[in-house]
Each structure stands twice: as C-alpha cells, then as structure tokens.
C-alpha cells in the first residue's frame, strides 16, 4: 500500500512539471483588469479607482507639476472620447497607471495598422510638444494572433530629469475593439498580457 501511494505522490510531481507553466506571469498577481468579458494581469499593487479619486491622488503628488498636468490631459483626452472606460492605478504611485476603453472595432491588415501607428505617432508627438514634453518614440508594431490584430506604440516622454513609459495599444477582435492607455515609471508596457487577452 505504501509503494503504491510513494507511486502516485511521484506520478503527480512528474506530471505537474508537464503540465503548461504561466511562468511569464509569475511575477504578476491576482490583479486584473475586468473590462467587457475581457481579464488582463497586472502587477502587483494595482487598484480599480474613480476619475475624481485619481485626481484626488495627482494633487498629492508633489514635485512633479510638469507630469501632473499631463496625467491630467491623458485623463481629459479619454472621459472627452465619450465610450466606456475603466482606470487601474498602483497603489504605491499614482504615476503608474493603465486606461482602458471601448474603441471602434478595427480591419487590420499591415497597411491598414502602419497607417493608425502613424497617425498615433502624430497625436502623441503634437500633444508632446502642447505638453513641453521631450518624445521618443521607442516602437511602434502590429502583431497578430487567432482570435486578434493588435497595434502598439510605446514612447518615453520626458522633462529635464523626470521621465516615463507610455504604450498604447488598439486590440481589436470578432468581440470589437479596445484600447489600451498604459504609463509608469518602470517600463512596464504588459505586453505579455495583452498577448494573452489577444488570443482568448
């Protein structure tokens, strides 16, 4: 009887280093996003808050006027689109936080992608220079799966010493279209997550 349950313990062990590892989501939590039948995964510390309890937050902020101001015309730019959205911010710092919207529904192919990267590539570099904002623009792709076609551009805006990350993506599926506004202080686009939603 003892070898026979020593046989399964052994079995059971064996068969879990088989069995598939989120391993790329280890460092995350059990944050997620809740969005229209849609999950993403956050990291750690990551809440679901208000419009007026972000702002709450801003003005406490002290030291950083310049990117304040910015949080706050990233927050207008949403709330003037006029669709549903939610805000997740870290608990820890309000500067890192993630938007996300309803968006129209895209056709997506390569053409048709590189033209909506251009076109946020000219958004954002002309609310950069409104901003006095230094733009960089990291990287902007399209990339698809089974089930989506995602666009992504990821950017670094800077002033004097301060800077952050920002990405935008624009996911869009049989199920319609959502965007994605993410900014943080240590380059953290998600972009493993939003591959995972991309699929589901």
């Not at 390569?110 to 002309?126: I, K």
């Not at 990291?138 to 990339?143: E, L, M, V, Y």
Request: proline share 2%; net charge positive.
């Amino acid at each position: 009887m003892k070898k026979i349950l020593l046989l399964s313990v052994a079995i059971l062990i064996i068969g879990c280093d088989f069995l598939p590892k989120e391993s790329r989501f280890s460092k995350y939590s059990k944050n997620t996003i809740e969005f229209r039948n849609n999950t993403i995964v956050l990291t750690t510390g990551y809440a679901k808050i208000a419009p007026e309890e972000f702002k709450s937050r801003l003005d406490s902020l002290e030291g950083k006027p310049k990117f304040k101001t910015v949080a706050l015309q990233e927050l207008k730019k949403i709330e003037d689109k006029k669709v549903d959205f939610e805000l997740f911010v870290d608990e820890n710092n309000v500067e890192n936080y993630v938007f996300i919207y309803t968006c129209d529904f895209y056709q997506f192919d390569e053409h048709r992608a590189a033209r909506v990267v251009a076109a946020l590539n000219n958004q954002l570099q002309d609310e950069s220079n409104t901003q006095d904002v230094k733009y960089k623009r990291i990287h902007g792709r399209f990339f698809f799966t089974p089930t989506s076609k995602v666009v992504k551009l990821k950017y670094l805006k800077a002033y004097k010493k301060q800077k952050k990350f920002q990405t935008e993506y624009i996911v869009a599926s049989k199920s319609g279209g959502i965007g994605l506004l993410i900014s943080n202080l240590e380059d953290v686009d998600f972009e493993s997550s939003i591959k995972r939603l991309a699929v589901k």
